[in-house]
């Protein structure tokens, strides 16, 4: 087992241009912004628990029909927010203070806060991966599911924290009752991602909410929402509403999922205005995303049939898959959320080895002491090319 810094990977080459196709590839962090332990194989070891499995093949560019490892929309960006990211070009040459405050209000108005409690930033992990620097300053631990993202947890890892993982229940739900008494005096944090990634897994919203207000009196609780949307009722699950209640609770969400706008970097979190300012003592929220993204993202915010266009393609692609993958002898965990992820009988680098060469790119990971794939749900074509090499890798 090796850990591999950045540095060590800048110094190498190995995150040059011609390489930067490892990014669509690791783990479930945005990049290698942290350091990486990795096992013999060259695997990224999240913890003893959860290992991903890396293409041998990691640092080529692969040509692939369907792109399937990275959760994107393939339905957007909505019409609407391209032609608002077009028009907003020509004013590329001024800050962007005005829309960001424009988006901010009217983000604070649909989840019923104050715009005080609002944080924008490019993309969610981007306030994830800030929150983790700053409530980690000072030594501390943060407790959360394993598996889940670990954006945030690596980053606050990487200035000192101690992570306390607690694994998933039987159900694949967040295991709440043992998370919260996996909190101590020298917790700074709790994260709940949920919908859960990489499992597609969710959490009961009235045991969640009721966990949230219990465990927020002794530690800030973080609920990441990135998923939440590609549910039907996925406001109804949300739980923004505690911050307005005066809980210690964070919510974030992104513009990269639902809206189809991951390229473009758009996120925000809702909070208490205590943390905010914390946070904005150190690093200004907002300042890394441009013009035209602020542009795009105001208009997708009113592009209701877009959003329940992508809602309804992702469903109909995802009970395809599931219903296809469950005659093949596979058993998904259910999914709410725009992928999917199930066991598979073979060497996780060896499916992917395989499936890469069938130009189909998906996600292997190992947890539970078996290998596992998570494919995320592109078009319907894409969906059917990945059933198409699931059986014929897998036969």
């Not at 390489?19 to 479930?28: A, D, F, K, R, V």
């Not at 947890?367 to 699931?390: H, I, P, Q, Y």
Request: net charge neutral; proline share 5%.
């Amino acid at each position: 087992m090796k850990t591999i810094s950045r540095r060590t990977w800048l110094k190498s080459g190995l995150l040059s241009a011609g390489s930067m196709s490892l990014m669509s590839h690791i783990s479930i962090s945005e990049s290698f912004r942290h350091s990486v332990t990795t096992d013999h194989q060259g695997n990224i070891i999240h913890s003893p628990f959860f290992k991903e499995y890396l293409p041998a093949n990691v640092y080529e560019r692969p040509v692939l029909k369907a792109k399937l490892n990275a959760n994107e929309n393939p339905y957007g960006p909505a019409p609407q927010a391209i032609e608002a990211l077009k028009n907003a070009a020509s004013s590329g040459n001024r800050y962007a203070w005005g829309s960001l405050s424009e988006l901010t209000e009217k983000i604070a108005a649909k989840e019923k806060v104050e715009t005080k409690n609002i944080m924008m930033g490019p993309g969610s992990s981007d306030l994830l991966e800030k929150v983790g620097i700053v409530l980690f300053m000072k030594p501390g631990n943060v407790v959360s599911a394993d598996p889940s993202y670990m954006s945030l947890i690596h980053v606050a890892e990487s200035v000192g924290a101690t992570w306390k993982p607690v694994p998933l229940a039987s159900d694949w739900s967040h295991d709440l009752d043992a998370m919260a008494a996996a909190v101590d005096e020298n917790t700074k944090l709790v994260y709940v991602c949920n919908p859960n990634n990489p499992t597609g897994s969710i959490t009961d919203s009235g045991k969640l909410r009721e966990f949230c207000k219990t465990v927020s009196k002794k530690a800030p609780v973080f609920v990441d929402e990135a998923y939440l949307e590609f549910m039907e009722d996925g406001a109804k699950q949300s739980m923004v509403s505690l911050v307005a209640e005066g809980y210690d609770v964070i919510v974030a969400r992104t513009f990269s999922k639902i809206h189809g706008m991951a390229g473009l970097r758009v996120g925000y979190m809702v909070a208490q205005p205590a943390l905010i300012e914390k946070i904005q003592t150190i690093t200004r929220g907002g300042m890394g995303i441009t013009q035209t993204s602020l542009a795009a993202a105001l208009a997708s915010m009113d592009a209701a049939d877009f959003l329940t266009m992508s809602r309804e393609k992702n469903a109909e692609v995802r009970e395809y898959v599931t219903t296809t993958v469950k005659q093949m002898g596979y058993k998904p965990v259910p999914s709410s959320t725009s992928f999917l992820i199930f066991p598979i009988a073979m060497d996780g680098k060896e499916f992917l080895k395989n499936m890469y060469e069938k130009q189909v790119g998906v996600r292997a990971f190992e947890f539970m002491d078996k290998n596992w794939c998570r494919v995320s749900m592109g078009t319907m074509d894409e969906a059917k090319l990945f059933t198409e090499a699931l059986a014929s890798v897998l036969s």
